[in-house]
């Protein structure tokens, strides 16, 4: 796999799934009766929450250090997150045989440092303000020489995010509309250029909470404008777009459709309930977009990423 | 489909089989490294939580509607059950075009109950007392000319839920141990009878709750023993063996292994954590007993039926 300096093109997108494949799961592809009646579409579901550490992040995380060089994977690897970042680049480092140095805030669930700390990364603590994370992480960087790897605005973990939804066209091949949900941008812009090369006629509906709506107000603004809350159960979609991830979006996404908690709330009962199985709020985000909306997308063939299933199952929203 | 009189062979599981596949699920079976890793086992989990009505519970009920005569099928049928079997037997009945009645006690949630009446079925309301359900059942039976259908004393049943262990074996081929719940027996003597005939060399373990051990103490006396207590969060295993299905695990079942309240949820937990899939308390009995006893199935290849992921989701022992 090589370094991309450039949006992934095709042949990128191509390379990178063939890179991964030994290091991830072909996660299923799932339909439910009852779901495809309320909507009244066909949904095909491409679940990666049954993705290795539970979530797609592990994707982007091997695309990204299969193409460091060798003299790079030597010095080691560094980023900070709280979330599904921290166990990919961890989990893709052991794997690896790559040193992995995690940033993590005080505030961190101790089932999530654990599960880093089970990959044998170095977690390093810091204050829970971004600022004090970004600091730190860059203190390490100073200190052990390791490779800085962002959690979405590089263009090899935007190529690995881009085989999720490779895989959902593989399997179900025609598909009129492609959702998923946007935090900072990279699951998005992976199915965005795969959809667009796969299936150039398909829709592609990017879906995000109103309270950490910045993609929608971005594409807006035609500019990248932040977040100005953050309030969402959905806590994988409250990081911000950056540049290369609002360039991609902005390039082909045709349209943002922003839903409320109490809407991403009951996608998700709707998933657990009927479909019997566990995804973080974050997933339900797409769903939630299709059922306030169903009206203009009836009787199409609909392809949603369900992201991710790490959710404290001793705080649900139900 | 044949009506069985008696024990139900290997012909009359293969005959039940390709009667009731065009009405089921062939559901998948999963794996999970941690679990292997936790239980020092390969361990094959066949998925009925993902069948239709959420649990095995589908598969006897078509094959016993399907050995019907057409007369019968005329009559309707009856059958008293707050749980699975109601929503099987509804379903199959709305599939094959049969009157459903269906007895349901007053304390039965409302999702069970609206689920059953979504199907169609007739439901007649009935006191909490088993012996008020039953009154009421025979009343119906009596009213209508119905044909009563129990929920697992009954060879066509039998038959039907001894398909989920078949599919399973045909898919891993060399499992050394099968293990399933109990309840009233139905699905560990189909598992049973799947077993013997397909690894005639397996072991036949049934896994029980401490607080409903009927079948612990059943095989323990030779004679059924009716639950001393019900107190056990596993709402699908607080029934009795009956005569059928204690004759038949009593031959083929090598072992109960019982376990406490506490190794259920926290197997259950483990399911839904790890897997990310949605198991009712009943179905992780099988592996809170793998775990209790990990040191005597070391290195082994086990199979278990999860056998349904029907649970109240506001409701939850974590």
């Known amino acids: 796999m090589e370094k991309l300096n450039t949006e992934p093109n095709w042949a990128d997108i191509q390379a990178a799934h063939q890179a991964i494949v030994p290091y991830v799961h072909r996660t299923p592809v799932l339909t439910n009766q009852n779901i495809n009646k309320l909507t009244g579409c066909q949904v095909y579901f491409k ?23 060798e003299e ?16 990919g680049i961890a989990l893709a480092s052991k794997k690896l045989g ?10 961190t669930p101790s089932i999530k440092l654990n599960a880093v700390k089970d990959y044998g990364a170095n977690i390093i603590r810091s204050g ?34 881009a085989t999720a ?3 959902l066209i593989e399997e179900v091949r025609i598909l009129d509309v492609l959702m998923a949900p946007i935090g900072g941008g990279g699951l998005m812009s992976g199915t965005a250029i795969s959809t667009k090369n796969m299936l150039p006629n398909a829709q592609i509906i990017g879906t995000e909470p109103l309270g950490a709506n910045d993609a929608y107000l ?21 990081t911000n777009l950056k540049d290369k991830t609002f360039g991609i979006i902005s390039k082909y996404v045709e349209e943002i459709i922003t839903v409320t908690e109490q809407e991403i709330i009951g996608a998700m009962h709707l998933i657990w309930e009927r479909m019997k199985i566990i995804v973080e709020p974050s997933s339900a985000v797409p769903l939630a977009a299709l059922l306030k909306q169903k009206k203009r997308f009836k009787n199409k063939k609909i392809g949603i990423i ?8 001793k705080n649900l929203p139900f």
């Open 47 to 69: 679940c990666e929450n049954f993705q290795k550490v539970g979530a797609f992040k592990i994707r982007g995380a091997t695309c990204a250090l299969l193409a460091l060089t």
């Open 72 to 87: 790079e994977r030597k010095k080691g690897v560094a980023t900070d997150s709280s979330g599904n970042h921290a166990q």
């Open 98 to 107: 790559i040193k992995a140095h995690i940033v993590m805030p005080q505030n």
């Open 128 to 161: 829970n303000h971004p600022d004090d994370r970004e600091k730190m992480v860059e203190q390490v960087v100073a200190d052990t020489g390791a490779i800085y790897i962002p959690s979405y605005n590089h263009y090899n973990i935007i190529a690995g995010q």
């Open 165 to 167: 939804a490779k895989e």
């Open 218 to 238: 971005s594409l807006q603004a035609g500019t990248i404008v932040p977040n100005q809350t953050v309030n969402t159960i959905a806590d994988g979609l409250r």
């Open 306 to 313: 369900l992201s991710g299933g790490n959710v404290d199952l």
